[in-house]
């Protein structure tokens, strides 16, 4: 079929024709749509059997074109084909974490996937101060498998460069490249930020220390292929329940350095953290949530670590090393102080990522509901400023840092002053 | 036309028949054929129109098998198109730096290219200390020119992405990957050394913070995609006269870190250097060509660096960083330093690459022909003793390494001991 935009009233033909969904949908069953999406990229409808409560779906839909800041930009269906390998690796490696896709079709650039009916985009529940015991676990897992069983660690040669070849866009990297690593920390048209920073705006402009820390990790960015990452892996691209995680929206997976995914999610949770400045007014309220909000930190990176490990000593049949490799005297500890220096590794790229993502939110393309929903300028730069220092440290501070605990230190030091005020 | 492997009778026909080789070899034309290849991996005939002493070519074909160590492993013929591809991009960044492709087929898996008449290749010359002052421009110049223009801070992404899916070639890679930095290290049946060091080796092969090292230095070679590398860049890959120098067999060409080409040369004149002990007695004679090669290694790397610089200067354009992003007071500056600490980082690669390729030269699949010359065992060891230490240091401490008089400086310690013997 053709590419064509599909309305509420084409889509109820579309999936009674799809012997993919003939179960869901069978001829005769009466089928709810509703389109749901912000249709600034995609269409999102939501596709219900009447007849059926048990039965719904989400279709998704790629417009050819992304609208961002006013602007319309021409933008590859092809995205969609992304998002949905991504989607079925996913479906594999970490069942039950990710939305599970019932079809797709790549001529229309759409996939059907599981409903997550009663789910919640993570970002909004996370500012309701809401807690969900089973995050940690859950993105941990996610994590963990998905990365670990994408990399060399696991992989053959020849498996990994087969994978490589379907997650080459280079359309789509150079969004993420540039909106995350060079655009924010200079003039260009797109970037927005709270009139009330701007001195500390211009100032992250025109530091050079910085700025040379912010190419190096561009650099990385996109030489490094280390993994199949996510690439956008932040609380909005969570949705959660108190039983249920599931990862959406992987539309920019291409084999990268894995501290950009973990960086992301840790990076987020902090910004959320100091949202609360302006969103939670009761001290003692906001301290309780903004202590779980570090313990999220500490536990998905720890839980992340631990697990990334344990699947490496299960499995440990990449090609990167041969267990042959490490028979000698002492080999087992040679091996797992090898595997301690990589995972540190990751947890320093993860400093540096998550470090210029927490810049690039405050100056760049676009910021995050956690700050944007705080109205009050002045009150949302109370917020912001934190951002930007402890974003310049993680970055700058990175190849110095040796735990998790170092990583909240600095949360906890530059948000002294706010504390105090 | 399938695939066959050509013989010194029926390359006559072929040349004849192809419309890219018709002002070479007219119709008429008299024909004279000689293979010239050992017959390992490729045939190699040297075909010359006898009617015209300028008009002679090289055919080289791939044949569909690998013989090392009186094995014969499959070997997929593609790798001809690899090498093709490879000279015809030489061709276009370094005119004159590697043989001219008059015609090639992929079908056939053959190339067919300027014949070097009169050029040696550099491995014997060296030995027989001989002296090419053009040496380090032209293999500065071919360096700086191949891997500054096919790395992101020339091209594009979508540029680089499409030259990148043009050098997949997983088999080939493995060959490299493996036989340079994990089975040399290991028990593996294609491994041979010289009895005399069996100590030395099997005390690398248990040497904790080496075999770090070395797996860290192989993750980097995998994932690591900086630019298009030659990959297999050693004396042996040189052809040279007093006039010019050119490149010679990049069928492992692919995207890597440039200081693995880097590191291969430089240790490659290392090898020589220490080659000397046996192949030249007279100590004035022997200290003197030393000398000469040190001046081979300094040079070498500091044009390098000093072209690949200027390169960037001058042709700044690639995706990685936007001149705007410099436009800051200082900026100017800040771009410099960027530039220092880059390229910093490609000695430092250069380093541990090296290091790894002097080791695996004294314990894997295959030494060079500097060292299996020397056909007395003990004289042999003398050589090859400091080779083991020096690309140990080199390894070991290649994050130290500030300059190339660093690199230098462990060569000079290393041999102190072997001078004063």
């Not at 939305?99 to 789910?119: A, C, I, Q, T």
């Not at 200079?186 to 009330?196: D, K, L, Q």
């Not at 000698?328 to 400093?351: S, W």
């Not at 440290?393 to 030091?413: H, P, S």
Request: proline share 4%; aromatic share 10%.
């Amino acid at each position: 079929m053709a590419y064509q935009a599909l309305t509420e009233e084409s889509v109820v033909g579309y999936v009674k024709g799809r012997p993919a969904l003939e179960n869901i949908f069978p001829p005769d069953c009466n089928v709810a749509v509703k389109e749901v999406g912000d249709g600034n990229v995609n269409l999102v409808f939501i596709v219900e059997n009447r007849d059926d409560a048990q039965h719904s779906v989400v279709l998704k839909q790629a417009l050819p074109y992304l609208r961002v800041a006013g602007e319309s930009w021409p933008l590859t269906r092809e995205r969609m084909r992304f998002e949905t390998q991504a989607l079925l690796t996913y479906n594999e490696l970490a069942p039950g974490l990710a939305p599970k896709v019932y079809d797709h079709d790549n001529e229309m650039s759409l996939v059907v996937m599981e409903h997550l009916r009663d789910f919640e985009i993570m970002r909004k529940p996370l500012v309701a101060r809401k807690r969900f015991p089973r995050f940690i676990d859950h993105i941990s897992t996610f994590m963990a498998r998905t990365l670990f069983f994408t990399s060399d660690l696991y992989l053959t040669r020849v498996e990994i460069k087969a994978l490589q070849e379907k997650y080459v866009h280079a359309q789509l990297n150079k969004i993420q490249e540039d909106f995350v690593f060079t655009n924010p920390y200079m003039e260009s048209p797109e970037n927005t930020w709270n009139p009330e920073i701007d001195a500390e705006v211009k100032a992250v402009r025109k530091n050079r220390e910085l700025k040379l820390a912010l190419v190096e990790m561009k650099e990385a960015y996109i030489t490094h292929k280390q993994a199949l990452i996510h690439s956008d892996l932040h609380t909005g691209s969570v949705m959660l329940n108190q039983e249920r995680t599931c990862v959406i929206d992987p539309e920019f997976a291409f084999f990268g350095p894995i501290g950009f995914d973990v960086g992301a999610m840790l990076e987020n949770l902090i910004l959320n953290f100091l949202s609360h400045y302006a969103h939670t007014l009761d001290r003692k309220e906001r301290s309780s949530y903004q202590q779980y909000l570090l313990e999220l930190v500490r536990g998905v990176w720890n839980e992340f670590a631990g697990k990334f490990d344990g699947l490496w000593v299960e499995h440990n049949c990449g090609d990167l090393v041969q267990s042959a490799y490490w028979q000698f005297p002492g080999g087992d500890k040679a091996f797992a102080e090898y595997r301690r220096r990589y995972i540190l590794g990751l947890l320093q790229d993860t400093a540096g990522c998550g470090g210029a993502k927490m810049l690039r939110r405050m100056m760049g393309i676009v910021s995050v509901w956690d700050m944007t929903s705080i109205k009050d300028l002045k009150e949302r730069a109370i917020a912001e400023r934190p951002a930007i220092r402890i974003g310049s440290r993680w970055l700058l501070e990175r190849r110095q840092i040796t735990g998790i605990d170092d990583l909240i230190g600095i949360v906890e030091e530059e948000t002294r002053e706010v504390e105090a005020s």
